[in-house]
């Protein structure tokens, strides 16, 4: 027996392509990722915290004064002060002439101004004429009284008496074409002018006693049923500081009932602006240099408690008519409890039973 070798030169020829597959492939797996695009790093994202369940706020029970209080706006306004009009049975006429101006001090009696009324004044003229001439008849007829029967002589008297009444209206008709001031004091405002026709709602100037000056607040209907005479007020004049005061005088309501904070009549020359109107402050000391017309805000306290259990109004809850809070103990544990409510302000409650000073409540 004998073997057989084969050697390179021996090797069938279809093995040498074969072969020099084999290296090839190899040598491709041998240098991988040299020969593949290079990959991208990846991007770090920024690590996100999942969102915080918001915590109700917690409130500690207090003991405190409580007050409420009520707030209007006003302003500096004379004690005697007066819109002056032309009377009701003028309207129509024309005003002939004003005769002051802003600023100027007048007597009572004196003339503000006048209309025209020489139709009037002829008519009255003529009537006295007449009413002589009626006198004279009237006289004649007396002396003849024995010749007529009583009533011929009661008919000539009630004739003459009627014309006489006819002269003492004409007289009083034209009277009232001058606009006199009622009281002495200061023009503070002129709203009229030479060749304006008088209207009953329009005011021709205002007058007013700049001597003394005093607190004018406009307030709602509501809150004016909540303040009584004597209660405590805080006034915030404007320039002057803060001042305390007692309240004087109530507003009188307004013919439509409503009042909503504002100025009677302010602009349109009402009859309704007068001191009557407003709430009037008298300050326990009266600043000095103020001017009639500065602005001021009125604070009334209407009712005070000292050392009220007091809570949030966020804090109380409310349901059918059920008051109750949620109390929160040390170790976090919330429970509810019934409370009694008693004053109440903007901000806060008083709580007349069902907790004490403090216990921590939790808001809504």
Not at 12 to 40: D, H, M, N, R, Y
Not at 307 to 319: C, W
């Amino acid at each position: 027996m004998f073997m057989k070798w084969w050697t390179v030169n021996s090797s069938p020829s279809w093995l040498k392509p074969a072969a020099a597959l084999i290296v090839c492939t190899t040598l491709l797996f041998a240098t991988g990722c040299s020969l593949l695009p290079k990959e991208q790093e990846e991007e770090a994202l920024p690590t996100i915290n999942p969102p915080k369940l918001s915590k109700k706020p917690e409130y500690t029970v207090k003991t405190e004064t409580l007050e409420t209080k009520v707030r209007g706006s006003g302003r500096l306004m004379a004690l005697q002060e007066e819109k002056l009009f032309f009377s009701e049975d003028m309207s129509s006429k024309r005003i002939s002439a004003i005769l002051v101006k802003n600023g100027d001090a007048v007597e009572k009696g004196q003339p503000i101004a006048e209309l025209d009324v020489s139709d009037l004044e002829s008519d009255l003229k003529r009537k006295k004429l007449e009413t002589r001439k009626d006198e004279l008849t009237m006289i004649e007829t007396l002396r003849k009284a024995d010749e007529m029967t009583p009533e011929q002589v009661e008919q000539a008297k009630i004739d003459f008496e009627l014309k006489r009444e006819e002269l003492t209206k004409l007289e009083t008709q034209v009277s009232k074409s001058k606009l006199l001031a009622p009281f002495s004091g200061t023009i503070v405002s002129v709203t009229a002018k030479k060749g304006d026709t008088v209207k009953t709602d329009e005011s021709v100037a205002t007058l007013a006693d700049l001597n003394e000056l005093t607190v004018a607040a406009s307030i709602s209907a509501d809150d004016a049923k909540k303040v009584a005479i004597g209660m405590e007020a805080l006034v915030d004049i404007n320039s002057a500081g803060q001042h305390k005061g007692k309240v004087k005088q109530l507003p009188i309501p307004q013919a439509d009932g409503n009042n909503n904070g504002g100025f009677p009549g302010d602009g349109q020359g009402g009859r309704q602006d007068s001191i009557d109107q407003y709430l009037v402050v008298q300050l326990d000391e009266f600043p000095k240099g103020l001017n009639r017309g500065t602005p001021l805000s009125v604070t009334i306290i209407t009712q005070r408690k000292e050392n009220a259990t007091t809570i949030p109004l966020a804090a109380l809850r409310s349901y059918s008519g059920r008051n109750y809070v949620q109390v929160i103990d040390n170790q976090g544990v919330k429970k509810e409890v019934d409370v009694e409510i008693g004053q109440q302000t903007s901000t806060d409650v008083e709580i007349v039973k069902g907790l004490t000073a403090g216990q921590k409540v939790v808001g809504r």
